[in-house]
């Protein structure tokens, strides 16, 4: 049976969090402008607050499901619109797990406590690492490897300590993929500006830039781009829940509206909704609690048996596209001043766009649900 009852503890820790959140909002507007200034490790508050997680750790037998109670914790944390503290959760520097997954012991061992960022976008690949065409090739005096070619839109570009790169590598047998790490200060590697977007302008994203990029023999990781697949089984549900988060704030401010007007939604089931709007609301409403179930449903499964492919594109695909609904339908609800910047909702409507993208478009996770329930490999349904 699948329960999601909280305990009180899981109650306490979320209590905490919305209150972390709270304070994180005041500081929201001040990291949306156009210059080089993004969300920094931790809001100057956070010293006086204690670590929400920190305490988990310390008390997981008290959790109701260690997954469970870290997405709920997370949606919290992005329903005040920027994180209280930076690095919440172990998906942020997503390259590090890759290096645990793709490296050797050694390779695991040396670059472990490094952040790491994953540089694979290039402006003719996006979601097709097959058209990839950054090139490595192998010195045969040195044995280092040589590396031309760009990549664009890197999260934390400048904040990560070190890069796993996506790319080809020429050998004896030909053009093969090669995924190599890439530690800052490495000559021939440059690195962009702070890149100036329609959202998430708060967070570090940068271009990429390698001209002859010498990289030591020993910093290729041997694993192949199946294997990388798996730890994106745990990330996708943490981008769909910071898409949610802004959602479930829409809808906040919009219940809030509706009270302030004396319109509140009858939630009795045979109800009749009192005007369009009301029940414009109520869909608005029962799509996000559809998509939070999934979410939650993704994670019982991960606390159960771990991470699995379907449910985590499943519920990826599912909230990138309701949260752009559910945002535009509150606007809609609410008029010409949802969009103005007295208010966060239009902050919420550009910043959730690219949660249909992160971690493998809309398109892409669809692929992977019909591949999975259909039977067919990559190659049959492309």
């Known amino acids: 049976m699948v329960d999601f009852d909280l305990t009180p503890f899981d109650r306490e820790m979320l209590r905490l969090t919305h209150e972390q959140a709270l304070i994180a909002r ?3 507007r001040s990291y949306d402008g156009l210059d080089e200034l993004y969300v920094p490790d931790e809001l100057p508050e956070a010293k006086d607050h204690p670590n929400v997680r920190q305490v988990i750790k310390e008390r997981v037998g008290e959790a109701s499901g260690a997954a469970i109670l870290d997405i709920m914790i997370y949606l919290e944390e992005m329903w005040g619109t920027i994180p209280f503290r930076k690095g919440s959760n172990e998906a942020t520097f997503l390259g590090s797990k890759l290096v645990e997954v793709l490296g050797s012991p050694e390779q695991y061992e040396r670059w472990k406590s490094m952040g790491m960022a994953i540089a694979l976008t290039e402006p003719g690949a996006g979601s097709d690492p097959s058209r990839i065409r950054t090139m490595a090739c192998q010195d045969e005096e040195t044995g280092e490897w040589v590396v031309n070619g760009e990549k664009i839109f890197i999260s934390l570009a400048h904040s990560c300590q070190a890069i796993v790169l996506f790319g080809l590598a020429r050998t004896a047998e030909g053009i093969v993929p090669g995924i190599f790490v890439v530690e800052k200060g490495t000559r021939g590697l440059s690195i962009s500006p702070q890149l100036k977007k329609l959202g998430q302008r708060g967070w570090d994203t940068a271009n990429l830039h390698f001209s002859e990029c010498r990289i030591p023999a020993g910093n290729r990781l041997m694993g192949n781009m199946k294997n990388m697949l798996p730890p994106f089984n745990v990330s996708r549900p943490w981008v769909a829940a910071i898409g949610l988060a802004f959602a479930r704030a829409s809808l906040d401010l919009t219940r809030d509206w509706f009270e302030k007007k004396g319109m509140m939604p009858d939630y009795r089931f045979d109800a009749a909704p009192a005007d369009w709007r009301t029940h414009r609301f109520l869909e608005l409403e ?32 599912q909230s990138g596209g309701a949260t752009r609904r559910i945002i535009n339908g509150c606007m809609e609800l609410l008029g010409p001043e949802s969009a103005s910047e007295a208010h966060l909702m239009e902050m919420w409507l550009r910043d959730s766009r690219v949660c249909d993208i992160y971690e493998g478009a809309g398109e892409v996770n669809r692929l992977i649900i019909a591949r999975d329930l259909l039977g067919y490999s990559p190659k049959e349904l492309a």
């Open 26 to 28: 005041t500081h929201a």
């Open 286 to 317: 029962a799509e996000y609690e559809a998509c939070w179930l999934t979410l939650l449903h993704t994670k019982w499964i991960e606390d159960m048996r771990g991470a699995d492919k379907l449910e985590a594109a499943m519920t990826k695909a």
